[in-house]
């Protein structure tokens, strides 16, 4: 879990630095800043989604696990913990909730997270999540000086995901091979390619009710490759 720390440590300290810039930028800058961070969003997803050796498997986890995800409104329940936790700290930030999703999508659906919790969780030094770090920290200071506080407290569902992964490889990683955690990356960059459209404000995409698909790749992966 050290890794997952260090990742949620510099998410912090990034945000606060963006914070603290937020009110210098001029909204031109603050602009031009978002349309580089979704244009790099899309190409990490096209990145991430070729990965995928059965284009099958991918499309029926994107589909199933989007309709799973609307059935059970997950987007609603995160808008309304993040509400909550808005209402908690008494922010007034019009932009909250955009925040705190944008972020925790962009910090947990890469690849390097995936990677990087089973890298620790099987034992081994967590080299890519500290360079992860690194990232998620430059990251974090652009996304707060545009969309505000909420981007901070995406470290709390960072460290249950990410934490929680890194758990799972120790328990049960020897099921898992590296197709199925590419599929499962693959199904993520469908889901950074929604991100970075929502980001260009192209279309609202419920990004969040896909989240079921990352738990159906594996699932088809590990039956049928």
């Known amino acids: 879990m050290l890794g ?18 937020h009110k210098r930028l001029p909204k031109n800058i603050t602009t031009i800043v978002f349309q580089g961070i979704g244009l790099f969003t ?11 050796s ?18 059970l409104s997950i987007d609603r329940a995160l808008d309304h913990f993040s509400n909550l936790l808005k209402t ?28 990087g919790a089973f890298e620790e969780g099987l034992g081994g030094r967590p080299n890519l999540l500290l360079a992860k770090s690194m990232l998620d920290g430059f990251s974090s200071i652009a996304l707060s000086a545009g969309l505000g506080i909420g981007v901070i407290f995406s470290v709390i569902p960072l460290l249950i995901y990410q934490g929680g992964l890194t758990l799972f490889a120790h328990w049960l990683g020897q099921f898992f091979n590296d197709i199925v955690i590419n599929e499962m990356s693959a199904v993520g960059g469908l889901m950074l390619i929604g991100l970075g459209i929502n980001i260009l404000e192209i279309k609202k995409i419920k990004v969040i009710n896909m989240l079921p698909g990352l738990l159906v790749a594996v699932i088809l992966a590990y039956i049928f490759l």
């Open 4 to 21: 997952t720390f260090i990742n949620s440590g510099a998410v912090i300290l990034g945000s606060i630095i963006g914070l603290l810039l």
């Open 42 to 52: 899309l190409f990490l997803g096209f990145t991430m989604a070729l990965k995928t």
């Open 54 to 71: 059965n284009y099958l498997i991918m499309i029926f986890s994107i589909v199933i696990g989007s309709i799973i995800g609307q059935l």
């Open 88 to 115: 908690k700290i008494r922010s007034d930030n019009e932009k909250f909730t955009d925040g705190f999703v944008t972020a925790f999508l962009l910090f947990c659906m890469g690849s390097m997270t995936i990677l």
